[in-house]
C-alpha cells in the first residue's frame, strides 16, 4: 500500500469467450496499455488511495496493483484452486502457499489465491495448472480478503522455492497431452457424470456442437442409453422435432471413429459447471 503502483480494473466481455476479462485502468480512466513500467506508465500509477477513491467513484470493478520491473516483487497466481461450495484448497496450492510464507489474499471469485512475496525471477506460467509466476510485469486484481494462517505483511521468498515453482510449470507445460479415454458404455458413474454436465448446456445450441453432443453420448453411454439421455435433453431446446427425428442422426453415429464426451465437458465448464 506504501508504493505507488496502483490502478483500477473493469469486467469487459469479449464475443466468443465465456468469460469476461479484467481489463486494467488507471485512475484517470484511460485503459492501460503501451509498455508496461515505463515513464508514461509509471506517471498513470497512482497511490493507494487514490486509486480507492477513484473505486468509490464507480470507475472501476475493482483494485488492481501493477507489477513493474526493478520493483523488487514476484507474483504468485493459482488459479481455480479452492472449491467455492466447501471452501476446500487443493494439495499443490496449499503446499506452494506453505512454502512460500508471504501475504497472500483470495482472487475476486473466492476460487483463487494471490501471493505477493519479495524477489527477482523470470515470468513463468502453466495454464494446464494454474500457476502463474510474474516478476516486473502484469498486475493483481486486490480485494484485500487475507488468506487465513498467512502473513500480513509481504516478505522476502526463498531461492529453493522460486527454483521449485519453476520446477513444477516446466512439468506441467512438457507433459504430453493423453488421447481420450473411451469410457465403458453404460457406466452408472459415468452417466451421472454426464447428464451433470448435460444439465448445464443449452440444447438451442448450433447445429454441429449439437451433433458432437449426440456422437459423443452415442459412443460412451452405448445404444440405448445414449439416445435416451440425447432424447431427453435435447427435448428442452425450442428446435426439439420429436425422437423420430434424432433417430435418424443416431444410426449413422455407428459408421465413424470412436469419440469422447470431452465436448460435453467443455461445453459444460464454459457455462460454469464443475465435475462432482
Partial sequence: RERPQWLGWRFESKEGEAKPRKVPYYAD???????????ADR???????????????????????????????????????????????????????RSCQSYTE????????????????????????G???FCGRQFFTVTGRHYPGTPEQVTPIRTEVVSRLHQVIDAARNRPTAAPARLPPGGNADRDRIESALAFVNA???????????????????DSIGLSVWDYWSSKGSKYAGRAALEGHWRSFG???????????????????RAP
Fill in 131 to 133: 500457476v502463474e509466476m
Fill in 106 to 129: 483470495l482472487s475476486p471469485s473466492g476460487r483463487g489465491v494471490h501471493i505477493y512475496s519479495l524477489g527477482e525471477t523470470k515470468s513463468h506460467k502453466s495454464n494446464e495448472i
Fill in 43 to 97: 506517471k498513470r500509477l497512482v497511490t493507494f488511495d487514490h486509486a480507492v477513491s477513484a473505486m468509490a467513484a464507480g470507475k472501476f470493478s475493482g483494485l488492481g496493483f501493477a507489477f513493474l520491473p526493478g520493483d523488487g516483487l514476484i507474483g504468485i497466481d493459482l488459479d481455480n484452486v479452492i472449491d467455492a461450495d466447501t471452501g476446500e484448497i487443493q494439495e499443490r496450492a496449499s503446499g506452494i502457499i
Fill in 255 to 273: 459408421n465413424r471413429a470412436p469419440g469422447s464426451p470431452g465436448i460435453i465437458f467443455k461445453l459444460a465448464l464454459q457455462e460454469g459447471w
Fill in 29 to 39: 480512466g484511460r485503459r492501460r496499455i503501451g509498455k508496461q513500467g515505463d515513464d
Fill in 204 to 222: 438451442d445450441l448450433g447445429y454441429n456442437d449439437w451433433i458432437a453432443v449426440g456422437m459423443a453420448l452415442y459412443d460412451a453411454l452405448g
